[in-house]
């Protein structure tokens, strides 16, 4: 990790990346079938340092975000598969508006990191429990629609699955009733 060793470094990193995507994307637009061919090996090295560094940044990220929200006693960790969960803790999430917008003023970077689940918490022994509209809880989990990229295809399987991606939120949608045969 001594390599992002700032959230500046990290999001650049990931906006090579994205660079990287795009190039690969528009190589594998083109007609020649040589470009194709390096384009296709290209984007499996890109998937497999995708793996190994995403989980790095996203560490890395959760630490200096936690060092600079300190200040305003917020908690940040980081856990799950892959570092793929991101959890605040402050007392300031025991009221909705707070969660909303921290939410909304870190959107972008959660997509672009690609973490799939936050968690907001008042107080650390708060269950996990998941935002429904029924009931306010004490704690909001949000999924978070990663970003189209090279290694994407999580969308595709939740749609095959039959899970909607809206605002940020994933939302299981019922099963389709099959055609009249």
Same mark, same amino acid.
């Given at each position: ?28 637009? !083109?007609? &020649? ?5 390096? %384009?296709?090996?290209? $984007? /499996?090295?890109? *998937?497999?340092? =995708? ?65 799939? !689940?936050? &968690? ?5 022994? %708060?269950?996990?429990? $998941? /935002?429904?509209? *029924?009931?306010? =809880? ?44």
């Amino acid at each position: 990790m001594k390599q992002y060793q700032s959230k500046d470094l990290v999001l650049a990193q990931v906006a090579l990346f994205q660079n990287y995507a795009k190039t690969i994307t528009d190589a594998e637009a !083109r007609d &020649n079938p040589a470009l194709k061919k390096k %384009a296709a090996e290209a $984007r /499996r090295q890109l *998937s497999q340092l =995708q793996i190994r560094e995403f989980p790095k940044m996203r560490r890395a990220w959760a630490k200096a975000a936690g060092e600079t929200m300190w200040e305003n006693n917020v908690s940040v960790t980081v856990g799950g598969n892959a570092a793929q969960n991101l959890t605040f803790v402050a007392g300031m999430f025991a009221s909705n508006m707070p969660i909303k917008k921290t939410q909304e003023t870190l959107s972008v970077v959660l997509n672009e990191l690609r973490f799939k !689940r936050v &968690n907001y918490k008042w107080i650390p022994s %708060a269950e996990s429990t $998941r /935002r429904t509209r *029924s009931r306010v =809880q004490l704690m909001a989990t949000f999924r978070v629609s990663p970003v189209k990229s090279v290694t994407t295809g999580a969308r595709a399987r939740r749609r095959a699955k039959g899970e909607a991606t809206t605002n940020g939120l994933t939302l299981a949608a019922r099963p389709r009733p099959e055609a009249p045969r």
